[in-house]
Every structure is written in structure tokens, then in C-alpha cells.
């Protein structure tokens, strides 16, 4: 029992070790602006076709349930607010972190893993060089950047996704619709959210290139790498959502 734990504690002290690594080496110089813009390129290309996927059935889904709670209720014209408020706050974010996490954390950990068995890791320490300051500082960085970018995507197509079902499916009133965008929702709702797909942006980036950077065994071993960035990373994005959504209850006064 104790075996177990212990590794588990060691695995997370490493990971967390590399986190302040990464973010301190964030201000030396030289900045890698061509590995930068690369990574945020190759992450955005991997990830933009399928976020828009899945952000119109997200808003589709959140457009369908609420207009059938609403018109239970006798609250139709606040199907858009509640809509809105649903995409913006936790769908965007959640959905931007799946993708971040599934597609551009899992690119990134094969890359480093495929790095370190080929013993280019190694070359590069033994040059001089850190694999953190060179590698790593610059895909966190562009994940980071990515992440926020998709949020507003997600963001605007899952609003103009549930808007569609509504009106087309529900028979929903277009007006109404539209015009209850600002009933429930509130510009630090979007802040929150940017905030959220920075920090999950740079949990998925750090995770993966933690797992890339310790992989061995060959081939199998940087497969396994992979799926166990991709778990990691998922469990670490539910958990942080939770306590930043509920810091922002505590500190941001709600509309009634």
C-alpha cells in the first residue's frame, strides 16, 4: 500500500517541480519566437476543425435542454440568458480543455517522447542546452495562447449553434432570444472563462511535456505516455474547474 502512494507522491512533486521550472525559466533569454510560433500553429491547426465540431452540439444540446426546462417553467424568454450563460461559463472552457488536452497535449507529449528515445533530451543537456528553456517554455506558451483563442471560438459558435436549434427545432422567438443574451451573463463571466483556458491551456501543456520528457521502453513506452497525459490532464482540468468556478461564486456578485 505504501509502495503505491509513494510513487504517486513522487510523480506529483516531479510534475509539480517541473511547473515552477517552466515558469521560471518563462522570463530568460533567448525567448525561441520560431519554436513559439510554430507549436502555436501546429497546436491550433490540430485542434480548431475539431473544437468547432463539437461546440455546435454542445450549444445544440444546452439550447434543447434549457428551451424544454424553460418552456415547462413558463420562462421561454429567458432561454437565450440561461443558454448563453451555460456556453460561456463552463462549456467553452470545458470544451477548450478536452481538445487542448485530447489533440494538442497529446501531440506534444508524443513529440518530447519521441525526442527523449531518440536520446536527443540527452544531447541537448550534455550541449548545454535545457530541454525546458528550448522546448517546453515555448509549447506551454503556445497551448496557453491557443487555449484562449479556442474559448472564443467555442464560445461564439456554441451561442450561435444553440440559437439555431432553438429557433429552428423549438420554434423558439428570434428576438426574444437574442435579446435576453445580457439578462443572466456578465462581462467578468467571459474573463473567467479566458482565465480558465489560459490555466488549462498550460496544465495540459506542462502535464504532457512531463510525461514526454519521462518517457522510456521505446515505442510502447512513449504510447503510454501519451494516454496517461491525456488521463492526467483530464482529471487535473475537472478538479481545477471546480475550485476556480467556485472562487469565482465567492468573490464575483451574481445577477438576480
Known amino acids: 500500500m505504501a509502495a503505491p502512494l509513494t510513487g504517486v507522491l513522487r510523480q506529483s512533486g516531479s510534475l509539480f517541480a517541473l511547473a515552477l521550472d517552466v515558469f521560471r ?6 525567448f525561441q519566437v520560431k519554436e513559439f510560433i510554430q507549436q502555436a500553429w501546429f497546436i491550433a491547426s ?3 476543425l475539431p473544437t468547432a465540431l463539437v461546440s455546435i452540439p454542445f450549444g445544440a444540446v444546452i439550447a434543447l435542454q434549457l428551451g424544454t426546462l424553460t418552456r415547462q417553467l413558463g420562462a421561454q424568454s429567458y432561454t437565450g440568458a440561461a443558454s ?20 494538442g497535449g497529446s ?16 544531447a541537448m543537456e550534455v550541449l548545454g542546452i535545457s530541454p525546458i528553456q528550448r522546448l517546453v517554455v515555448p509549447r506551454v506558451l503556445a497551448s496557453m495562447l491557443v487555449a484562449v483563442l479556442l474559448n472564443g471560438l467555442v464560445s461564439v459558435v456554441g451561442v450561435v449553434g444553440g440559437y439555431v436549434f432553438n429557433v429552428i427545432v423549438q420554434g423558439g422567438t428570434p428576438g426574444a432570444y437574442i435579446a435576453s443574451f445580457t439578462a443572466l451573463a456578465q462581462l467578468p463571466d467571459l474573463w473567467t472563462a479566458e482565465i480558465k483556458a489560459l490555466i488549462f491551456g498550460a496544465i495540459a501543456a506542462v502535464v504532457a511535456a512531463f510525461k514526454g520528457l519521462g518517457a522510456g521502453g521505446g515505442p510502447k513506452g512513449v504510447g503510454d505516455a501519451v494516454n496517461q497525459s491525456v488521463v492526467i490532464t483530464f482529471m487535473l482540468l475537472f478538479v481545477v474547474n471546480f475550485v476556480i468556478t467556485a472562487v469565482y461564486f465567492q468573490v464575483v456578485p451574481q445577477k438576480i
Open 107 to 122: 501531440a506534444i507529449c508524443a513529440d518530447l517522447g519521441s525526442r527523449k528515445i531518440r536520446e536527443e533530451i540527452d
Open 46 to 48: 490540430v485542434t480548431i
Open 25 to 30: 525559466a518563462l522570463p530568460k533569454r533567448p
Open 84 to 103: 448563453v450563460l451555460a456556453v460561456l461559463r463552463e462549456a467553452s472552457p470545458i470544451v477548450t480543455a478536452l481538445l487542448i488536452a485530447g489533440a
